[in-house]
């Protein structure tokens, strides 16, 4: 089966400065890679994904990620956070070639602060 | 329009209610699915619906009854709940349930449970 872990619960950081949430996966199998942004109180907004070809991926809100096979990391990144990243940042899996399971992370939280 | 809307956002209910919860979706999706989310945690699968047909039930409580009515409604009604079931159910959709490069899955913002 595979699995997510995101090891930072808490992610503070100031306006204006950049961020990297981390998220490393396991699988025996391939996998399809997904990041999900949830604001106070809202449902799930896809923010990127991985499926296959390059590595370094871009989404939404000029967030950014890069999978890395051999280290099996899919670390999300952003140059310059505004206030509104405010929010809790999901890493997802699925394992390629079956239903669209997704198999979530626990989460990050990113406060972003004046 | 990739939207995904359930009704209602808030429902307070007794733990000897029957209620229901909707979600609706115009996409043209066939893979419907719910998600429980507890606070502080992340989403949980507890059905898919694949063309209408129930795919996949993650071992949920039978309290729990899902229902696909057509294409583009997803229902799950609820029965004899408890107080630990009090959680954001969330509702999604995508093209089909395969993972392929067009399918992405798609939330609704949810339906905040309280049973009392």
């Known amino acids: 089966a595979q699995s997510v872990t995101q090891l930072d619960s808490q992610v503070p950081v100031f306006e204006e400065a950049p961020v990297e949430l981390r998220c490393n996966y396991s699988?025996?199998?391939?996998?399809?890679l997904f990041w999900y942004v949830q604001y106070p109180n809202q449902g799930l907004q896809l923010l990127l994904k991985?499926?296959?070809?390059?590595?370094l991926v871009k989404g939404i809100n000029g967030f950014e990620a890069e999978f890395n096979k051999s280290q099996t990391s899919f670390h999300l990144r952003k140059p310059s956070v505004h206030i509104s990243d405010t929010a809790e940042y999901f890493c997802?899996?699925?394992?390629?070639?079956?239903?669209?399971?997704?198999?979530f992370g626990t989460g990050t939280r990113l406060q972003v602060t004046l | 329009d990739t939207e995904v809307t359930q009704t209602p956002k808030h429902l307070v209910m007794g733990m000897t209610n029957k209620k229901s919860l909707k979600c609706e979706q115009h996409?043209?999706?066939?893979?419907m699915y719910w998600y429980k989310q507890k606070a502080k945690k992340p989403p949980e699968l507890m059905f898919v619906?694949?063309?209408?047909?129930?795919?996949i039930n993650e071992s949920v409580p039978s309290r729990f009854s899902p229902e696909c009515p057509n294409s583009s409604l997803l229902n799950l009604h609820l029965h004899a709940l408890q107080p630990e079931d009090s959680a954001l159910y969330l509702c999604?959709?995508?093209?089909?349930?395969?993972?392929?490069?067009?399918?992405?899955?798609?939330f609704g913002e949810g339906s905040w449970l309280t049973v009392v």
């Open positions: 699988s025996s199998v391939s996998v399809y």
């Open positions: 997802a899996v699925s394992i390629t070639g079956t239903a669209s399971k997704l198999t």
């Open positions: 996409m043209g999706h066939r893979a």
């Open positions: 999604a959709s995508s093209l089909t349930v395969l993972p392929n490069s067009g399918n992405t899955i798609y």
């Open positions: 619906y694949s063309y209408e047909k129930l795919s």
């Open positions: 991985y499926l296959s070809g390059s590595t």
